[in-house]
Structures are given as C-alpha cells and as structure tokens.
C-alpha cells in the first residue's frame, strides 16, 4: 500500500483539490449565468432554486399500536418487525428450504 507521503499520493491529492476547485468554479457561473438570464428564462432559475431548497424529512416518531415512538431503538425494532414480517411471506407455489434463523427478532443494541 501506498504511504501518504509518496509522489503517487501526492499527485492523487493535487489532481484532486484541482478537480474540486474546477468543480466549483463551473457551479458558480453556471449560477451566475442563471441570475443574469432570469429575465429571459425564469423556469429554468427557478428549478435550479428549488432543487436546492429540497429538505429530505428524517425519522423522528413512529406510531406503534396509537402511540407516538420517539425512542431510536424502539423505532428501530418496530421497523424491524414490520420488514421482517414483510419480506418473509412465503410466495405461492415455490418450495423454500428450511433454515436456521440465526439472527434475534428485536434489535438490542444500535
């Protein structure tokens, strides 16, 4: 394996910040191309805007059985059994093989 400190690594890392910097300078003129034309296309200003604002909405609460789940291993152990239950469903006409279960049907511990 390659240590940092050799010529391979080096020029790893100087093509690769060239490339990050390369990378940011195309975004910031593209982005400046679009405020400078959105008198001539605001759709497409507007899209890129947007596409930026997409927030992407995390796991906070479950609701198990009426009751609102905030605790990460019980959230975790309530999509397990749902998942488990779901993926295990036998499909009509085909012969599985019986195996072991080697795992736990709760998760213990994250």
């Known amino acids: 394996m390659e240590s940092r400190r050799s010529i391979r690594w080096r020029e790893y890392v100087k093509d690769r910040n060239k490339a990050i910097r390369i990378e940011r300078d195309e975004r910031r003129a593209y982005e400046k191309r679009l405020a400078k034309d959105i008198g001539l296309n605001q759709r497409r200003f507007y899209k890129y805007v947007n596409s930026k604002l997409t927030v992407r909405p995390e796991l906070s609460a479950l609701i198990n ?22 993926f295990n469903q036998p499909i009509a006409g085909e012969v599985l093989p019986e195996m072991e279960c080697l795992c736990d049907e709760n998760i213990r511990e994250i």
């Open 65 to 86: 059985e009426g009751e609102m789940v905030h605790d990460e291993k019980e959230m975790c152990n309530i999509c397990n059994n749902y998942f488990h239950s779901a």
